[in-house]
């Protein structure tokens, strides 16, 4: 059996695009803060997780706190892309 790969629809100006952090924290937010300023120039509207700012050690809060995150965006039907901020270990760990 065939499977077909499934690609999502092009971004466009005036999506939403929604930042969470599934591994570490952000460690430069004035970085970040320009990259969003950057998406919104190109016309994108940014949303960030709700726990993008939470601490857990190194760790961008509990692993229930990042999961939620992940769940969120996807179950938002208004966002139509998603960044994850850092990988690392953190992120398998969000795994069953």
């Not at 999506?15 to 919104?40: E, M, Q, V, Y």
């Not at 120039?41 to 509990?62: D, P």
Request: proline letters at 6%; aromatic letters at 8%.
């Amino acid at each position: 059996m065939t499977k077909e790969l499934i690609f999502p629809p092009s971004l466009k100006p005036g999506d939403t695009i929604r930042i969470i952090a599934p591994a570490s924290s952000p460690k430069n937010w004035k970085k970040l803060h320009s990259c969003i300023n950057g998406f919104k120039q190109l016309g994108f509207k940014i949303t960030l997780g709700k726990n993008l700012r939470a601490q857990k050690g190194y760790l961008a809060g509990s692993d229930k706190q990042r999961l939620d995150d992940l769940h969120d965006a996807f179950k938002d039907k208004s966002v139509k892309g998603i960044i994850c901020l850092r990988g690392g270990y953190g992120t398998p760990r969000l795994l069953n």
